[in-house]
């Protein structure tokens, strides 16, 4: 059976919305995915009319969208909460306690994996790494992180997210709903008072490799001496010898950087 069109006022609307999308590209079909993330602004799902849709939009066929809607994890294939709560369960987050929140959140919203409340505001759901494995365990709610969580802090999370209750993750704005962010995720502006200026930057535990890569000192650990050298002697400015960047490498041919030993000596 053909998907069903959009009603005409809400087809003028994405049409609208949908051309100032595909103008960003010189190639339109390059534009299918804030696409989809445009219709499923519009009914918090992928749907079959929002497939045909796209489809009619950058001239390509439905299996075609069809495909790439289902191999993106972002893209929801069926009805789904107002918040969707990602679990982390891959290496990292699980030994620091992923599998152990994931398994509470089950039992405390009563719903499975990729299952969503009876009053259809959380679907639960495990995920793959997230990016954030400096913050283990990683709880992420509609794209958006709540780090170094615990079971007992996930689900006060998600009793705050069903209580209607404001809630801020660990970096970024407030949280606003699946639709709206998907609507974010199409491109168009974040246009709540001050939404923008509370995305902040990474946090410190995500630069501390920077850091150390110039050599800087960690927080709350003392620097090098400031003395002078002894005479044609080069003071270590790196914490550790061990992790200082070395200044040759083992896949540049030309300056073999040979064998270290377990004390960092060659």
């Known amino acids: 059976m053909p998907a069903p069109d959009y009603p005409a ?11 100032e999308v595909i103008s960003r590209y010189p190639d339109s079909r390059s534009a299918l995915l804030p696409l989809l993330h ?3 602004s519009e009914e918090g799902y992928v749907t079959r009319t929002g497939i045909k849709f796209c489809a009619e939009m950058l001239g390509l066929t439905t299996a075609e969208v069809t495909a790439v809607s289902t191999f993106y994890t972002m893209y929801r294939r069926k009805p789904s909460g107002d918040y969707q709560v990602g679990v982390c369960t891959n290496t990292l987050c699980a030994v620091m306690g992923g599998d152990q929140i994931f398994d509470e959140l ?13 009053d259809g505001k959380v679907t639960l759901e495990h995920i793959e790494c997230n990016a954030a494995c400096d913050y283990a365990p990683v709880v992420m709610v509609n794209w958006e992180f709540f780090d170094n969580q615990t079971p007992d802090s996930a689900k006060a999370l998600v009793d705050d997210l069903r209580a209607g209750r404001e809630v801020a993750p660990t970096r970024g ?20 008072p001050g939404a923008v200026a509370e995305s902040g930057g990474a946090g410190p535990a995500s630069l501390a490799g920077l850091r150390l890569a110039k050599g800087e000192p960690e927080p709350g650990r003392p620097g090098p001496s400031r003395g002078a050298a002894p005479t044609g002697e080069e ?20 300056n073999p950087a040979g064998p270290v030993s377990e004390e960092g000596e060659r």
Do not use: M, W, Y
């Open 38 to 40: 445009l219709v499923q």
């Open 106 to 118: 089950k039992e405390h919203l009563a719903v499975g994996n990729q299952e969503t409340t009876e």
């Open 9 to 19: 006022e809400v087809r003028t609307r994405l049409e609208t919305d949908a051309a």
């Open 235 to 254: 003071r270590d400015t790196h914490p550790s010898s061990h992790d200082a960047p070395q200044k040759t490498a083992a896949s540049d041919p030309a």
């Open 173 to 192: 704005a407030k949280l606003c709903d699946f639709k709206a962010t998907a609507r974010i995720l199409a491109g168009f502006p974040d246009e709540r």
